[in-house]
Nanobody, 115 residues
């Protein structure tokens, strides 16, 4: 059983930054890809960013150049640095490990971008 604990969400003004963290239990962290998803009210959950075991990155078009995913295998943690935040980035953000249909989800962390 894998447990994921997310943190770092909150309220920020447009143009601001936040850094999300997701700490994972389990011994296979470094061998698998991870991802950050988000779900806004009334919308489907969407993949925001992903990082493979070898460090390859993938981003949704809507966040390219503003969001940056990274991982620290020594800490079993994945991060999402979010810059130049927009109102439309408001959502609950979830990490998933490993990626794929059998992956585990964290509990989610709320990110609200508002003036």
């Amino acid at each position: 059983q894998v447990q994921l604990v997310e943190s770092g969400g909150g309220l920020v003004q447009p143009g601001g930054s936040l850094r999300l963290s997701c700490a994972a239990s389990g011994s296979s962290f470094s061998l698998n890809a991870l991802g950050w998803y988000r779900q806004a009210p009334g919308k489907q959950r969407e993949l925001v960013a992903a990082i493979t075991a070898t460090g390859s990155l993938n981003y949704a078009d809507s966040v390219k150049g503003r969001f940056f995913i990274s991982r620290d295998n020594a800490k079993n943690t994945v991060y999402l640095q979010m810059n130049s935040l927009k109102v439309e980035d408001t959502a609950v953000y979830y990490c998933k490990f490993p990626l794929g249909p059998l992956g585990y989800w964290g509990q989610g962390t709320q990110v609200t971008v508002s003036s």
